[in-house]
């Protein structure tokens, strides 16, 4: 039986500096499907820098999507 490797998303889980990927989380053909599954992990890691890429384009990164939910907060307040 072969098995695939190569599919058209990935989900990586990266050291806390981003610059080496600890571990693949998950290859996955359909951008819906990839998106839930970059969501599940970012639940899954608090905290840990997750990307969704479709190879080098980075689609999902866990670290701007921390960072814009924290401005719109404090957006919030201030109105």
């Known amino acids: 039986m072969a098995f695939r490797t190569r599919f058209a ?3 990586d889980l990266w050291d806390t500096n981003g610059e080496n990927v600890v571990e693949h989380l998950a290859g996955v053909e359909d951008l819906q499907i990839a998106m839930d599954t970059y969501r599940s992990a970012v639940r899954r890691w608090p905290g840990g820098v997750i990307t969704l890429r479709q190879g080098a384009r980075v689609i999902e990164d866990s670290r701007r999507t921390r ?3 924290w ?3 404090g957006r919030e307040g201030g109105r």
């Open 9 to 11: 998303y990935r989900i």
């Open 67 to 69: 960072v814009a939910s």
């Open 71 to 73: 401005a719109d907060k």
